[in-house]
């Protein structure tokens, strides 16, 4: 069954970008402990899975992406990795066969601190995100507006309509979120989602 981890992507979870605060060292060490506890059914291959974007300075990949390499680093992952910048998504196939990281963030208009203006719809969106991945709503998710999500900000929109049509087609077996706050006015999750097969599944 495929185990999902889901993290946020903001460039704090980056080591030693903080200075000597570091401000990103619990959400960071949040972030690996369930990359590595999902990582103990020892996948054959890691797909990573984020939105696109501009190249992260030094690297050729987006900053969601760059975000959950340098998290499968830390987590000590040496085997075989793939990356899905969205629209391209791992295959049902693909699925069967490994573990996947999921970045997404939530509303990035939630307060005075946030990178956009405060949103009053903000905070609403963001609950519905989190209940979803409590319950394993994969409903839910898949159907998040994508329009509200590009107004609100909300960079993990497309990650987490994602992530419920696998658990539509899949079948959600277990879900746990393991860490929720929006400390810079930006929404931020991890949780966790096993899957199970289904008759729609490999």
């Given at each position: ?23 990103g060292?619990?959400l ?64 049902d ?41 409590v319950?394993?709503?994969a409903e ?19 990650a987490?309509r ?18 929720a706050?929006?400390p ?18 490999p």
């Amino acid at each position: 069954m495929p185990n999902i981890v889901i993290c946020p992507h903001p460039p704090l979870l980056f080591s030693g970008l903080g200075g000597f605060a570091d401000p990103g060292a619990e959400l960071r060490s949040i972030c690996v402990e369930a990359i590595r506890d999902a990582l103990a059914d020892a996948p054959a291959v890691v797909h990573l899975v984020g939105a696109g974007g501009e190249p992260w300075p030094g690297t050729r990949l987006p900053l969601s992406v760059a975000v959950g390499s340098h998290l499968l680093d830390l987590a000590g992952w040496q085997g075989p990795r793939t990356h899905h910048v969205l629209p391209e998504e791992p295959t049902d196939a693909d699925l069967a066969a490994g573990a996947v990281l999921l970045m997404g963030d939530g509303s990035a208009r939630r307060s005075e601190r946030a990178p956009g203006h405060v949103d009053p719809r903000a905070e609403a969106f963001d609950e519905s995100v989190e209940e979803a991945l409590v319950k394993g709503d994969a409903e839910a998710l898949a159907a998040l507006d994508p329009d509200l999500g590009a107004e609100l900000m909300a960079a993990g929109t497309e990650a987490f309509r994602a992530l419920g049509r696998w658990g539509l087609t899949w079948g959600v077996a277990e879900s746990q979120l393991r860490w929720a706050g929006a400390p810079y006015g930006v929404g931020y999750w991890v949780a966790t989602w096993r899957l199970e097969p289904s008759p729609g599944a490999p």
